[in-house]
């Protein structure tokens, strides 16, 4: 029987296609890759479809973060329709070197949301540690979403307890949004989803959303 390679594809949602290291990621306390964000991005895609609603694939947000003329930038960023979208959400990566993939070692999230005209950063680090970068992706959007757009860093987002649950913080921040989207509930304009996600993105609750990713992936799979 051939031995099961790290390399080795095993399962495709949507246009993701994770490989067999991906549940070992799963499996213990590392530090969240691009695929397995990217796939939970779709999954959410899936739970809440929406025309309104872009959730932006890492790489894609990473591209945007590090293009280097404005030409190539309009070029990629106009098919994304973002004038159209009232909430998009972007992973954050700290990596700058367009040479390394799966580089880095924080991620973070921002968020636009149309009705408030703001960007809104979200980093779970305690000092907010992707600030820089969050605010190079904004730069770069803000005239293709919304005129006179501003930016917010979230002074109440949820707080890691380690050095590598920050992409799960990502996944979690990021369902609740949508849930908060998407309820039925009067929303205050001046907090946002603020309060949902105080509420809802607690330790233990980022802590059980690896083994929950997990799980969805082994059932996509047919695996008990």
């Given amino acids: 029987m051939e031995k099961e390679k790290p390399n080795d594809k095993i399962l495709s949602y949507n246009d993701v296609v994770l490989r067999r290291s991906d549940l070992d990621i799963l499996s213990g306390r590392y530090f969240l890759n691009d695929r397995i964000i990217e796939f939970y991005f779709s999954y959410l895609t899936s739970c809440y479809p929406s025309e309104d609603i872009l959730l932006v694939p890492p790489s894609i947000s990473f591209w945007i973060?590090?293009?280097?003329?404005?030409?190539?930038?309009?070029?990629?960023?106009?098919?994304?329709?973002?004038?159209?979208?009232?909430?998009?959400?972007?992973?954050?990566?700290?990596?700058?070197?367009?040479?390394?993939?799966?580089g880095g070692s924080h991620w973070s999230l921002l968020v636009f949301e149309r009705d408030t005209n703001a960007f809104v950063h979200h980093d779970s680090s305690k000092s907010s540690f992707n600030t820089a970068d969050a605010k190079r992706v904004y730069?770069?959007?803000a005239s293709y979403t919304s005129s006179r757009a501003t930016y917010l860093d979230c002074p109440s987002s949820p707080k890691q307890v380690n050095g590598y649950d920050c992409g799960l913080y990502v996944t979690a921040i990021s369902r609740s949004i949508c849930e908060w989207y998407f309820s039925e509930a009067p929303k205050d304009v001046e907090d946002l989803w603020f309060p949902t996600i105080t509420e809802q993105v607690t330790p233990s609750l980022v802590s059980n959303m690896r083994r929950e990713i997990l799980e969805l992936v082994r059932s996509l799979m047919g695996m008990p």
């Fill in 65 to 102: 973060k590090e293009c280097p003329d404005s030409a190539s930038l309009k070029d990629f960023v106009e098919p994304l329709h973002l004038s159209t979208k009232k909430l998009i959400i972007f992973p954050i990566n700290d990596n700058e070197d367009v040479t390394r993939a799966e």
């Fill in 139 to 141: 730069k770069a959007v």
